[in-house]
C-alpha cells in the first residue's frame, strides 16, 4: 500500500505536469483557434475567440520551451471566455471539452471537471469529455469517479488508448492492479509504440525533482507485469487442479459446492466463488478442497492475510499436497514476507521436485530479494517443465537486462505471435469478462502456433472459428462463423472428463436436448448440438451485450422501473420453461443477459433438470449460495426454486447488496430492502420475504405470479 501510494502521489504529479492525454497543449490550443477561423458559430464565440486568438499568437510567435508556461499562464483569461459560452451546440461543447483538457495539463482538476461537466450537460455521450473528466477526477483523487467515466467513454469507443488509459489510472488508484494490468496492456496493443502503456500514462521528465523519471516509470511497468504473470500463473494452478480427480471416500455434500467454487474462479466471479467455498467449508469443516479454493479466492481478491490463513487450515488437514503451499507462498510474496514464502516454495518442491508453479514463486522471491541470479535460475526451470512460464521468463530477464538461455521446451516464441495471442486475450477479457481466459490463452498459444484456431473435427465443414472467448464451467466457449448461414455463433466444447464418462455425456446430451426444444425470445437459442467421439459441440446464439451482474456493478443499484424492464422477460422466459417442466437451477445476475438492443436473456440452462427428477437427491447442491434455494441443497428440483433466485436477483438489483447465503432457517437476503434503500415502498419487502420462503410450499407459486404481484405494485405507486 505505501508503496502504490507513493507511486500515485508521483502520478499525481506528472498529470499536473501535463501528460494527462496524449495531445499537447499547443495543439489543443491549435484546435480551438482552427474552430474559431473555420468552425460554425455558437453563442459568445466573439468574445471567446477573440482571447483565443490573442493567446495563439502570443504563444505561435514564442521559443518552443516557452509555450507551455504562457498557455498555462493565460489560462485564466480563456477560462473566463468559455465560462460565458451559454449554447447546446456540438461546437460549444468541443470549446468547453477542450477547455478541460487544458485545465486538466495546467493541474486545475477543479475546473477541468467544470469544464467537462458542462460539455457533458448538452452532449453526454462525447466521448473526449468523458475522459478528461476521468482525468480531472483523478487529478482529485476521486477514483471511483474516474473508473465510472473511463468506463462510460470506453463504452462509447472500445478501442480508445487514451480512455484505456485512463480507466487503467483509476483503476490503479482504487488498487485494482489487474484491471489496470488488463487496460494497459491493450493499450499498449492499440499503439505499440507507446512503451509508457504499462505505467498507466505518459510520464514528463524533469517535473518531479524528487523522483527520478525515468525508474519510476520502470518501477511501476515492473509491478503491472509481475502482477499479470503471476496472476496467470495462480489461475492456471487453480485450473489443472479443478480438472484434477478428486478423491473422496465417501462423497460429501461439500464436495459439488468447492467445485462449484473453482468454476466461479475460472468465470472471474471471485465473491461467488468465496460465497460458495464458504458454505462447502460450512457443511464440511475438514474439507481441504475448500479451503483452498477459498484462499485463491482471497488471493485474486487481494485479500492475502485470509489466504494465508485458509490455505495454512488446508495444510493442516492435507499436508501433502503442493498447491496449498503454492497458493499460500503468492501471498507470502504479495505482503513482501520473501523468506516465508521461499520457505513455502522450497517445501513443495521437496514433496514434488517438477512444481513448476514453486519455482516460479521461488523466482518471484529471488527477484524482490535482489538475487538476480537465483531469480534467472527458477524462471528457467519453471519454463523447462511449462510453457506458460517463457513470457514471465522473457519479460523478467529483460526488465534486468540479462540473457535467457533457450529452455528444453523449445526457443522462446515469436514476439509477432505473442503479440497475437495477447490481442485475442484482450479480446476475451473485454467481451466475455472471463479472467481465466488470459491465463488459457496465454498457455495454449505458447505451446502451437495454431492453437488460436483450434482444431475441432466436428465443425471444419460448417463453422470457421474465429476465437476463444473463455473457459467456462463446463468447456470451452469460441466465438465461430455459420459458414452455411454466415452468421456468428457460440460454440461451447464440453471438458473432456464430462464427454468421456458414457453416463455423465448421456445426462448432459439430455439435458441440452431439452434446453434446446425451448424457443422463447428471452432464453438463449441452441441452433445444433454436434457429438462424435471427439467430443461433445453445444452450438449457441451469439449474444453481445452485459450480464445483469456487470450492470449492477457498474450502476450501484437499479430504480424500480428499470428492475420491472428486466424481470418481466425473466419471469415470461421462466413461466414458459415451467410449463415445458424445466428449472434453470442457477438463476443469478451473472446468467442474466442485457444484449445491445435491450433485449433480455436467460443464460446457461446447461445444469438445469426436468421436473420429475425433483426428488432424486443425487444430483446434488448445485446453485449459487446467496441465490440458491434451501431445497436446492438436498438436490430437490422444483420450480418454486426459481422464484425464490427471483426475488434474490430483484433485491440485489433495487438495494446493490448481494444476497447472503442462507442460514438453516431463516430468509437469505439478509436486511429488508427497504432498511437499505429507504425510498422502495414498503409492499417490496412482502414480495421478496414471499418469494424467498425458505419453505418452497409457502412461496408465490409461479413466474407469472411473481411479475403480476410487482407489476400490481408499480401500478398502485403510479396512481
Same mark, same amino acid.
Given at each position: 500500500m505505501a508503496y502504490r501510494a507513493a507511486v500515485l502521489t508521483a502520478i499525481m504529479g506528472l498529470t499536473q505536469a501535463g501528460r494527462a492525454s496524449t495531445d499537447s497543449s499547443l495543439a489543443l490550443l491549435t484546435g480551438l483557434e482552427t474552430g474559431c477561423r473555420a468552425g460554425p458559430s455558437f453563442s459568445g464565440k466573439e468574445r471567446f475567440c477573440q482571447s483565443t486568438r490573442s493567446l495563439f499568437e502570443k504563444v505561435r510567435q514564442a521559443p518552443s520551451e516557452r509555450r507551455e508556461d504562457l498557455i498555462n499562464e493565460g489560462l485564466d483569461e480563456l477560462n473566463f471566455a468559455a465560462e460565458q459560452v451559454e449554447d447546446p451546440s456540438q461546437a460549444a461543447a468541443k470549446v468547453h471539452g477542450t477547455l478541460s483538457a487544458l485545465n486538466n495539463r495546467a493541474g486545475r482538476f477543479t475546473?477541468?471537471? =467544470? &469544464?467537462?461537466?458542462?460539455?457533458?450537460?448538452?452532449?453526454?455521450?462525447?466521448?473526449?469529455?468523458?475522459?478528461?473528466?476521468? @482525468?480531472?477526477?483523478?487529478?482529485?483523487? $476521486?477514483?471511483?469517479?474516474?473508473?465510472?467515466?473511463? #468506463?462510460?467513454?470506453?463504452?462509447?469507443?472500445?478501442?480508445?488508448?487514451?480512455?484505456?488509459?485512463?480507466r487503467a489510472l483509476a483503476a490503479y488508484g482504487l488498487g485494482h492492479l489487474l484491471q489496470a494490468a488488463e487496460d494497459a496492456r491493450k493499450a499498449l496493443a492499440l499503439d505499440p509504440n507507446d512503451r509508457t502503456a504499462f505505467a498507466i500514462m505518459k510520464l514528463t521528465q524533469g517535473r518531479i525533482p524528487s523522483i527520478n523519471i525515468d525508474a519510476l516509470h520502470a518501477r511501476v511497468a515492473n509491478e503491472v507485469q509481475r502482477e499479470y504473470h503471476g496472476l496467470v500463473h495462480q489461475l492456471n494452478q487453480i485450473e489443472e487442479k479443478r480438472r484434477k480427480p478428486q478423491v473422496s471416500a465417501p462423497p460429501h455434500p461439500a464436495d459439488s459446492l468447492a467445485q462449484a467454487a473453482a468454476a466461479k474462479i475460472a468465470s472471474k466471479d471471485y465473491w461467488g466463488a468465496l460465497a460458495n467455498a464458504e458454505e462447502a467449508i460450512r457443511l464440511n469443516p475438514n474439507s481441504a478442497l475448500a479451503y483452498y479454493y477459498r484462499a485463491a479466492a482471497n488471493n485474486l481478491l487481494g485479500r492475502y492475510e485470509d489466504a494465508i490463513s485458509d490455505a495454512t487450515r488446508a495444510l493442516m488437514i492435507d499436508p501433502a499436497d503442493t498447491a496449498h503451499r503454492d497458493v499460500r507462498a503468492w501471498a507470502y510474496n504479495k505482503l513482501g514476507r520473501f523468506r516465508d514464502a521461499i520457505a513455502d516454495s522450497q517445501r513443495s518442491l521437496q514433496i514434488d521436485p517438477r512444481d513448476a508453479y514453486a519455482m516460479a514463486n521461488l523466482g518471484y522471491s529471488r527477484e524482490k530479494m535482489g538475487d538476480l541470479p537465483g531469480m534467472l535460475r527458477e524462471l528457467r526451470r519453471a519454463a523447462?517443465?511449462?510453457? $506458460?512460464?517463457?513470457?514471465?521468463?522473457?519479460?523478467?530477464?529483460?526488465?534486468?537486462?540479462?540473457?535467457?538461455?533457450?529452455?528444453?521446451?523449445? !526457443?522462446?516464441?515469436?514476439?509477432?505471435?505473442?503479440?497475437?495471442?495477447?490481442?485475442?486475450?484482450?479480446?476475451?477479457?473485454?467481451?466475455?469478462?472471463?479472467?481465466?481466459?488470459?491465463?488459457?490463452?496465454?498457455?495454449?498459444?505458447?505451446?502451437?502456433?495454431?492453437?488460436?484456431?483450434?482444431?475441432l473435427p466436428l465443425l471444419a465443414s460448417n463453422y470457421s472459428v474465429l476465437r476463444t472467448l473463455g473457459l467456462g464451467g463446463m468447456g470451452v466457449v469460441y466465438e465461430a462463423m455459420d459458414q452455411a448461414l454466415q452468421r456468428k455463433?457460440?460454440?461451447?466444447?464440453?471438458?473432456?472428463?464430462?464427454?468421456?464418462?458414457?453416463?455423465? =455425456?448421456?445426462?448432459?446430451?439430455?439435458?441440452?436436448?431439452?434446453?434446446?426444444? *425451448?424457443?422463447?425470445?428471452?432464453?438463449?437459442?441452441?441452433?445444433?448440438? *454436434?457429438?462424435?467421439?471427439?467430443?461433445?459441440?453445444?452450438?449457441?446464439? &451469439?449474444?453481445?451485450?452485459?450480464?445483469?451482474?456487470?450492470?449492477?456493478?457498474?450502476?450501484? =443499484? *437499479?430504480?424500480?422501473?428499470?428492475?420491472?424492464?428486466?424481470?418481466?422477460?425473466?419471469?415470461?422466459?421462466?413461466?414458459?420453461?415451467?410449463?415445458?417442466?424445466?428449472?434453470?437451477?442457477?438463476?443469478? !445476475?451473472?446468467?442474466?443477459?442485457?444484449?445491445?438492443?435491450?433485449?433480455v436473456k436467460l443464460l446457461d440452462f446447461g445444469i438445469s433438470r426436468r421436473l420429475e427428477r425433483r426428488s432424486n437427491a443425487g444430483t446434488g447442491g448445485w446453485g449459487t449460495p446467496g441465490y440458491m434455494a434451501p431445497e436446492q441443497r438436498e438436490g430437490i428440483v422444483r420450480k418454486e426454486s426459481d422464484i425464490f433466485s427471483i426475488g434474490a436477483c430483484l433485491y440485489?438489483?433495487?438495494?446493490?447488496?448481494? !444476497?447472503?447465503?442462507?442460514? @438453516?432457517?431463516? !430468509?437469505?437476503?439478509?436486511?429488508?430492502?427497504?432498511?437499505?434503500?429507504? #425510498?422502495?415502498?414498503?409492499?417490496?419487502d412482502e414480495l421478496i420475504d414471499r418469494s424467498m420462503h425458505p419453505d418452497p410450499d409457502k412461496r408465490i407459486g409461479s413466474a407469472e405470479e411473481f411479475w403480476a404481484r410487482l407489476d400490481g405494485l408499480e401500478a398502485a405507486l403510479e396512481t
Open positions: 475546473h477541468g471537471r =467544470r &469544464f467537462a461537466d458542462r460539455a457533458l450537460e448538452t452532449h453526454p455521450a462525447d466521448r473526449d469529455a468523458l475522459i478528461s473528466r476521468s @482525468n480531472a477526477h483523478f487529478g482529485l483523487k $476521486q477514483f471511483e469517479r474516474a473508473y465510472e467515466d473511463s #468506463t462510460l467513454a470506453l463504452a462509447i469507443d472500445p478501442d480508445s488508448p487514451e480512455a484505456l488509459r485512463a523447462s517443465l511449462s510453457p $506458460q512460464f517463457q513470457p514471465a521468463l522473457k519479460d523478467a530477464a529483460e526488465r534486468h537486462g540479462m540473457e535467457t538461455a533457450a529452455s528444453p521446451s523449445g !526457443p522462446a516464441p515469436d514476439p509477432g505471435r505473442r503479440a497475437r495471442s495477447f490481442l485475442l486475450v484482450v479480446a476475451s477479457s473485454a467481451i466475455g469478462g472471463i479472467l481465466i481466459s488470459i491465463g488459457f490463452l496465454y498457455l495454449k498459444t505458447e505451446e502451437s502456433p495454431s492453437a488460436a484456431q483450434p482444431k455463433v457460440a460454440v461451447k466444447m464440453i471438458r473432456d472428463e464430462l464427454s468421456g464418462d458414457p453416463a455423465a =455425456r448421456q445426462s448432459l446430451l439430455e439435458e441440452a436436448r431439452t434446453v434446446a426444444a *425451448l424457443h422463447h425470445p428471452g432464453i438463449v437459442d441452441i441452433h445444433a448440438i *454436434l457429438e462424435d467421439p471427439s467430443g461433445i459441440y453445444l452450438i449457441f446464439e &451469439f449474444l453481445e451485450g452485459q450480464t445483469l451482474d456487470q450492470l449492477i456493478r457498474k450502476r450501484k =443499484r *437499479l430504480s424500480l422501473p428499470e428492475a420491472r424492464a428486466i424481470i418481466k422477460p425473466v419471469c415470461q422466459a421462466l413461466d414458459y420453461a415451467h410449463r415445458h417442466q424445466v428449472v434453470h437451477r442457477d438463476l443469478k !445476475p451473472g446468467n442474466i443477459m442485457v444484449t445491445g438492443e435491450g433485449t440485489e438489483m433495487l438495494t446493490g447488496v448481494r !444476497p447472503r447465503p442462507l442460514d @438453516n432457517d431463516g !430468509p437469505g437476503y439478509g436486511e429488508k430492502a427497504t432498511a437499505v434503500a429507504p #425510498t422502495l415502498p414498503s409492499a417490496l
